[in-house]
């Protein structure tokens, strides 16, 4: 799980990863569909599962809290969101199972799952800077 963002230098801890597993999937939504988008659901109908969008088919907030990138896609959620995860490096992964009703590979028997772990003290310092709203 070695999947720093291109744009990081390479000391930076990223605060999103993705399995090769989940970057395998993203590449094929992405050549169905063109440039995705990630956005880290907050509970409601998905749970909190990792939502996969077309590009234009979310709108990201201006609020929203961009992480990094995961197989070029960008990765948002929001600012309560972020308060929640602020201390843990997401691993966007895939598990069988139905996605998220408007996530992208939602009906492929196959869905996006966010796990995560703590960061060390020694890694707080050296974490990928947070960006606010859509990327483009």
Request: aromatic letters at 8%.
């Amino acid at each position: 799980m070695d999947m720093m963002t291109k744009d990081a230098p390479a000391d930076t801890v990223p605060r999103v990863l993705a399995t090769p597993a989940a970057l395998e999937l993203i590449a094929t939504l992405t050549a169905e569909h063109g440039p995705v988008l990630f956005h880290q659901s907050g509970g409601c109908c998905d749970g909190s599962s990792p939502m996969c969008y077309a590009k234009g088919d979310y709108i990201v907030g201006d609020e929203d809290v961009r992480l990094g990138a995961i197989g070029g896609a960008p990765f948002y959620m929001s600012p309560s969101q972020f308060a929640y995860w602020q201390h843990t490096q997401l691993i966007i992964d895939v598990v069988p199972g139905r996605g998220g009703m408007f996530s992208l590979e939602n009906g492929r028997d196959q869905r996006f799952l966010t796990r995560s772990r703590l960061f060390g003290d020694e890694e707080t310092e050296r974490l990928t800077p947070i960006g606010r709203g859509p990327a483009d």
